[in-house]
Every structure is written in structure tokens, then in C-alpha cells.
């Protein structure tokens, strides 16, 4: 089997003005410009997300949201469609995000909802999913991602399911510094690979990209990127530098 085309994906979470975006997208450009074998995507603010566009549109960067709601339109005060964020070029949405589940509620109902929301206009969802510390050391870790793979693909067939992308984020490792080394990073990664084909077949667990989300840098990517079932990083505060995120972009040099 050819093996499957990586994705590094950046996160840029609550930063950047859309002027501060714009111009480190353009930064972005610029230094990824002969990249042919790896997919891009950043993921700016809302209020980011056209003028960015605008800077990436005939590049390798394609653009990402970072959260959506599951309706089409209606009186939801704060919230933002799927055909929105497809209207001002989007192609990627970040869904369940451990920071969402954490301070903002997200379930795995409510990610189930998103994930369908997202496929039904053809919006790729980078579906996340994770362990904290505290089930790390209790060794729920594989109990945690059977759930949460489970109820967050639930009632979805694998036809649906080609866009999709798995981003394991161990919560523990996000923002701390602490990384998965590459053995404990792969055990997930199978682990997660296993969950799909369980659920959804051979076919799709072969083609789906699982990405590494704890912590990715410069100088760890490649260890990750050489394991079999890593196919890609979500990149956080190391994709807020242009230098930085190509030089993830670029591990293969």
C-alpha cells in the first residue's frame, strides 16, 4: 500500500489580529512555496479566516477553522455554520479539541454532531481525541479513545467517513512541554488505527490520517513522523512562527 500522504496542520488558537495572521500566512507562503509531498493547513481565528485566505488561495496552505456549530443557521448567538467557513474558503475543521471539551462543554455527542455537520458540506474534520494525565496514570488511555472514537463516529458509515482526520492529542502533553516519545505516540496511533478498522473496515483504516497533536516541534517531528501509523502533526504554539511551522512542513529535509 502506498503509504498515506502526511498532513501537518497548525492551530493557531487565540492569537494573532487578522493583520498578524495575514502577515505570518504570508511568511507561511513564502517559505513552503516548493513543498509538493506533505499537506498544509492553518487553522486562524474566526476573524482571520477571509483575510488569510486571500494571502494562501493559490498555494500549497489550504485553510482550517477551529470550531463550528452543528445547525445550518438560526438564532444562535456566538456560533458559525459549516457553509460559513466553506464560504470563505475553508477545507478543514478542527472538532473536539481538548481545550473545547475542557472549557467549553464539548462532549462526544456534541462532537458527533459537528464531525456530521462538517462531512455534509464537505468540510474535512480533524477530529481530535485524547487523554488527560490523570487517565493516563489510571491506564484508561485505550478505554478513553474506544470512546470517544466510538461516540464520536457514531451512526456515520466509512463512504462518509474519507474526508476524516484523527488528531491524537494526549492532554497531558499539550501546552506543558511534555511530549509522547515515539514508542508511546505509535502504541496510541495503532491503537487508534485498530479502533477504525474494528468499526469501519480495512479500507478506511488504511487510508485515514491519524495526526500527533502533544506538543510538536522542530526538533521532535521526524522521530514522530518515521513511525507507521503517524501521518501528520496539529501543530500548536509552534505553528504560530512561520520559521518554526516550515521547519515542521520540511522535516523530510
Avoid at 1 to 13: T, V
Avoid at 154 to 171: F, T, W
Wanted: hydrophobic share 40%; proline share 4%; glycine share 8%.
Amino acid at each position: 500500500m502506498e503509504h498515506r500522504r502526511p498532513l501537518i496542520a497548525g492551530n493557531w488558537k487565540m492569537y494573532k489580529t487578522p493583520d498578524e495572521a495575514a502577515e505570518t500566512a504570508r511568511q507561511l507562503v513564502e517559505r513552503v512555496a516548493g513543498v509538493t509531498d506533505v499537506d498544509i493547513m492553518i487553522a486562524p481565528t474566526f476573524t482571520a479566516l477571509a483575510p488569510v485566505f486571500k494571502v494562501i488561495q493559490n498555494s500549497p496552505v489550504a485553510l482550517g477553522a477551529q470550531n463550528l456549530f452543528w445547525e445550518n443557521e438560526g438564532a444562535y448567538t456566538g456560533e458559525i455554520s459549516a457553509a460559513m467557513l466553506k464560504s470563505v474558503g475553508c477545507r478543514y475543521c478542527i472538532i473536539g479539541h481538548s481545550e473545547r471539551r475542557q472549557y467549553f462543554g464539548e462532549t462526544d455527542e456534541t462532537v458527533n454532531k459537528k464531525i456530521q455537520a462538517a462531512i455534509q458540506v464537505g468540510l474535512k474534520p480533524v477530529f481530535c481525541v485524547g487523554e488527560t494525565e490523570k487517565e493516563r496514570e489510571s491506564e484508561q488511555t485505550l478505554s478513553v479513545l474506544d470512546k470517544q472514537v466510538k461516540k464520536g463516529l457514531e451512526g456515520l458509515v466509512s463512504d462518509q467517513l474519507d474526508m476524516l482526520v484523527i488528531a491524537y492529542e494526549p492532554v497531558w502533553a499539550i501546552g506543558t512541554g511534555k511530549t509522547a516519545n515515539d514508542a508511546q505516540a505509535q502504541e496510541v496511533h495503532q491503537f487508534i488505527r485498530s479502533l477504525v478498522e474494528k468499526n469501519f473496515g480495512n479500507a478506511l483504516s488504511d487510508s485515514i490520517r491519524i495526526l500527533y497533536g502533544g506538543s510538536a516541534k522542530p526538533d521532535n517531528i521526524a522521530g514522530l513522523m518515521s513511525m507507521p501509523d503517524i501521518d501528520g502533526g496539529l501543530v500548536g504554539g509552534a505553528s504560530l512562527d512561520a520559521e518554526s511551522f516550515s521547519k515542521i512542513v520540511k522535516y523530510k529535509n
